[in-house]
């Protein structure tokens, strides 16, 4: 951690030194997701990356998990299929995800329950720009926001009509295919979009269908006010190929073992919003959410066949005030978040559905306050800080079983920062907090299998100190930089018993992250154009039996590099590389088994984007793991009693992808 720390003063220096020669002022970018409000990059107390609609079109990239996974810090790790992945910040291993907030458009998109985030419902076209924030927020945000938080903004159309197309096939019959419409008129903008994804997957049994639309439109009554109404649909069907052996990873990592689980989904989504700009000193905004996930999953491996419906409604109002005490500037903001759910589900004993076993009841009513300010105490100088008070109730109803229980969890939180700014294209700060997550609906209540709700299990809770810097020099170079501690007790996870075999969801011992995340992006000139990420964690126990112990898929060294070279206009091709250290298999908190394996990945890609096509086009052809590394970055296992029993998840080999876009 010295040397890291060292190591970033020094390179601060030797770059902030002649970057005071440039003649053009570096043009800065501002963000939302820090701190709720709109905010210059070098006046947030976060390590901040933006993805700009341009770099996605530059990106060839065709969903956010791939666009999101070559930021620092972000990984993802899956069962089955990158549309389904599992979103890791900070080192968190197991049930990652529920530790990393995902807005869009500052709604959250998280689940109540511990199912993903459907990440191809989000049309790639239809974003400005992505947010990825490091560290806690849950003063800021509430729920999940422990590891990060990523804000994925939606475009806001400009132009009478704008046409977006998009369209990509590659290795086991992938195929893409995208349609935007964009439309503004003088007081109103309406967009629309529909996409369609499909593979057979690079195992057996690993096939992923997809259908998304999605409607949305603005309108300005007044010169002061914003309605947004949005609404979106998607129809999603995927396999569960399941885990292998080492010996089955071994002999062929493309078969299957469970030959009939699959889930299918129908998800419905409906967006409301009302922005109010009062005046010069104050603005108020309402943000409404409605959705409904119906999933349709059948375990044939376990014996398991259910129907469930979630219903879940959010609110969020807030007021955000520009004041003065005294001669010191104020900047605060005032905000509410309510959410309920509900899921109704039904077990049957047969695919067919025609033989019901039993039907159970889950909900969630969970609301908060938070109020933040940030005071500007001199040009160079801001102090930042926020609280909150939350509160949850979790209950659980199965007749059969003689389940009706419910539980309330509350949590106070506060985050402290300052930022100092030493020139006007660089900051430094300090930041710290503390952070909380309630347990997910089928962590407090596991009635599918187990029949028990568990009245003694309680939120995640701890607190997070962090110190980094940013030199942000337009195209040149844009560098950051930070280095946290990072500790929690009660971690949730579901643990098997080697005696009873049962398992149950337990709050773990103490635990503790030690790391740092680095990103760099430079255009020293035309020709060329490089990226480069490292992040490093150290996640240990450090109490009860495993006292001392790694966190279990956790890697200590995380490595990406990307290399552009632009020989003529519109033309860039190179190679990208990552490299992804050891870890202990998942389960594994007593270090006792055979690590993950390393993997080194490399892969190269051509983009062309000729200027002569009126309109935008870009064509790209990429080739992903171009050595044929056969690699798991999931393994996991548990003790069975008499043996430890392991699962890989294989990731694919060799594959290609031919991909073209253009937006008019």
Known sequence: MKAFLLSFVVAFLLVAAPAALFADEPELEFVVTADRVLTDITSTAAHVSIITAEDIRRSGATNVPELLSRRPGVSFTSFSHEAEAQIDMRGFGEGSSSRVLVLIDGRKQNQPDLSEIN?????????????VVRGGASALYGNHAIGGVINIITKTPERPLEVTAFGSFGSYLTNQERLGLQHAGERYRLRASGEHFSTDGYRDRSAYRALNFSLAGEFDPTDTITVSLGGRYANVFYELPGGLTEDEFDDDPTQATNEDDENTENQFGLDAGVQWRIGEPADAELQLGY???????DFTSQGSFTDTDLHRVTASPSVTLDWAAGQVPMRTRLGGDWSWARQEGTSYLTAERDDKDFEFTLAQNTVGGSLSNTAFLTEQLDLTGAVRYDRSTISAEKEDAD??????????????????????????????????????????????????????????????????????????????????????????????????????????????????????????????????????????????DDDGNEVPLVPNHRANAELGVRPVEGLEFGPAVSYTSTAYQGGDTANAQDKIDDYFLTDLYVRFRPAAVPGDLSLSAEVKNVFDISYSPLVSGFDDGTQWVEAYYPAAGRNFRISASYAY
Request: glycine content about 8%; overall charge negative.
């Open 403 to 544: 389940i009706d229980d419910s539980t309330t969890h509350q949590a106070v939180v506060f985050d402290l920062g300052a930022v100092y700014r030493p020139v006007e294209f660089a900051k430094l700060y300090v930041t710290g907090g503390t952070l909380f997550r309630y347990p997910a609906l089928d962590e407090q209540a596991d009635v599918n299998f187990a029949d028990q709700f568990e009245d003694d299990l309680d939120p995640e809770r701890g607190f997070n100190v962090e110190l980094g810097g940013g030199l942000y020099l337009g195209r040149f170079l844009q560098t950051e930089v930070s280095a946290y501690w990072l500790q929690m007790r009660d971690e949730i996870a579901f643990v098997t018993d080697p005696v009873t075999f049962e398992g149950s969801n337990v709050n773990l011992d103490e635990t503790r992250r030690l790391g740092g995340d680095l990103s760099l992006e430079s255009e020293p000139i035309e020709l060329l154009r490089l990226s480069a990420g490292y992040s490093y964690v150290w996640a240990t126990f450090i109490a009860g």
């Open 119 to 131: 990440w191809l419902s989000i049309p790639i076209d239809s974003i400005e720009r992505i947010e």
């Open 291 to 297: 959705l409904l996930k119906r999933v349709e999953s």
